[in-house]
């Protein structure tokens, strides 16, 4: 025993020693203009880690918690909530853990990750072989490609309610061009300053449409009949899952930071401070309009224009495509490694390079632009393996032997139960998500979604707009001597 810890001092000795190396590298800058980029641009603090959690879980997802509120009913919506922030807090430390057995096995046989970005299928790989490989590779990258499809149909849905002279189909075309820059940030380290603002602005938002829609008061008749049925009741609950699901880049978050064994405890302080932008916004507006929210998965669409709504409109939009950068930088990655350009230094020729993976995106958000419903279908079917079943089940495979278990870098904490808690919570988190969240919740999904697809139809051009209205007919004139002149008068055909 006194070898092993021994050894496991050593081992994170080696962990921490690379990373101050490369904190005091870039944490002691020389001119003025390396430290401004150092203030703006490098993050690998903690505090960095904590707003990427942050500003990446709640984005879009919070103009459409409401939608799930009127499906689920308020009691559910709030349980829910707090049931989901907390296993999803519970995952993600079992990627941080299992992240951190990776490095420092690979750091032993003396690997070097300077030049390279750790993910999640590589973790999978390293610790577990190619077949859990290639399941994590196409679960994780289909829903980050996903992910990236629903900020570009979010784009296009809240731009429209402040301009709706082009519809949500062009705004789409032309927000996919502007998401595409972000090509250009290297990596999460780059993220910085964006994610402190992605932040403030979904702060801000929240407590826009809580304050907004006790101010609006509750519409007359309201009603609250949630949940009426199966479909819906599920349709909601994995919309919820899919809100707190948004750990699919842990490893990338984890790898941006000087020191990463401090993680740990990261996303579930990022959730508590999550909960209370969403449980009191999402309240506020179901409380206000109710079942209008059943047609309406955008919560703006409900709330008067003014110029509160505006601003939170444009922070919204700016935020989308911060998380844009966050759901697409992994799926960048793989490409760059796929194409041998992982390690190359120039900006412009990885910039370059990533362009590809744009394009599927910006067509998958045309084809498909069910803003609300497409998060449900997402959440049961992508989110439920890539950051629920799978990260448990292959935190049980690593670590069966008892080998494993006592050499472990990070040993599971007491109030757990240690490994027999661990094993418990882990069989748990399977169970469920298996049978609530891919199965009731695929199911309810996917009849939803197809029923978005044969009531609006594939490449929709304006998914959920009011109908355009009708020009007044002519007023009769009360003095007949005075007629219009026939100019004016409209064709007939255009009456009707």
């Known amino acids: 025993m006194g070898e092993a810890g021994d050894e496991k001092m050593g081992v994170e000795t080696v962990i921490v020693g690379n990373y101050v190396e490369m904190e005091s590298e870039l944490g002691k800058p020389k001119s003025f203009k390396s430290k401004l980029s150092s203030l703006f641009w490098h993050g690998g603090s903690v505090y ?28 559910s919506g709030i349980l829910f909530q707090l049931f989901y922030g907390l296993m999803g807090s519970w995952t993600a430390y079992l990627i941080s853990v299992l992240y951190v057995e990776y490095r420092t096995r690979k750091e032993r046989e003396k690997a070097d990750f300077r030049n390279h970005v750790i993910q999640w299928f590589e973790v999978l790989d390293g610790l577990l072989g190619k077949h859990w490989r290639n399941v994590g590779l196409a679960f994780n990258c289909t829903f980050l490609l996903f992910g990236s499809v629903i900020q570009l149909i979010a784009c296009a849905s809240n731009i429209y309610y402040i301009n709706d002279n082009l519809d949500k ?12 820059t972000t090509v250009f940030i290297p990596s999460f380290h780059n993220y910085r300053i964006w994610s402190f603002l992605g932040l ?3 702060t801000y938002t929240a407590w826009y449409l809580t304050i907004a829609s006790l101010l609006h008061g509750q519409v007359e008749g309201v009603k609250h009949s949630g949940p009426t049925k199966l479909v819906l009741y599920f349709t909601g609950a994995t919309n919820i899952l899919y809100t707190f699901g948004g750990h699919a880049v842990t490893v990338e978050l984890m790898h941006a930071m000087w020191k990463p064994q401090k993680f740990k405890a990261i996303y579930l302080l990022a959730t508590i401070y999550v909960l209370t932008l969403t449980l009191p916004s999402a309240s506020a507006v179901y409380w206000a309009f109710g079942d209008l929210l059943l047609n309406h998965s ?97 935190h049980i495979f690593t670590f069966k032997s008892a080998a494993a278990r006592e050499n472990a ?18 069989m748990f988190v399977v169970g469920w998500v298996l049978v609530v969240g891919f199965g009731f919740g695929g199911w309810a999904s996917m009849v939803n979604f197809i029923h978005q697809i044969d009531t609006f139809g594939l490449f929709t051009k304006c998914f959920q707009c009011p109908p ?13 001597t005075i007629a219009s002149p026939p100019v004016a008068q409209p064709p007939h055909h255009q009456l009707h």
Not at 468 to 480: C, D, K, R, S, V
């Open 200 to 202: 403030v602005m979904t």
């Open 48 to 75: 960095d880690a904590w707003f990427s959690c942050a500003s990446n879980q709640v984005a879009q997802v919070l103009l459409t918690l409401p939608y799930s509120f009127s499906q689920l009913g308020m009691l």
């Open 468 to 480: 355009p209205t009708m020009p007044p007919p002519p007023l009769p004139h009360l003095n007949g």
């Open 409 to 426: 870098v990070e040993q599971p904490p007491k109030f757990v139960g240690r490994w027999v808690g661990t094993y418990t919570i882990n």
């Open 298 to 394: 955008n919560a703006f669409s409900l709330l008067p224009q003014s110029p509160f709504r505006d601003m939170a409109v444009i922070l919204m939009l700016i935020h989308q495509f911060i998380t844009f950068g966050f759901a697409c930088t992994p799926l960048y990655f793989v490409w760059e490694k796929a194409i041998g350009m992982h390690e190359c230094k120039s900006l412009c020729k990885r910039a370059a390079a990533r362009l590809p993976v744009v394009i599927p995106i910006w067509f998958l958000a045309i084809v498909f632009p069910f803003f609300g419903p497409i998060n449900s279908t997402v959440g049961s079917l992508l989110v439920s393996f890539t950051v629920y079943i799978i990260p448990a089940l292959a």
């Open 169 to 180: 189909r062009t705004w789409t075309y032309i927000f996919g061009a502007c998401c595409a």
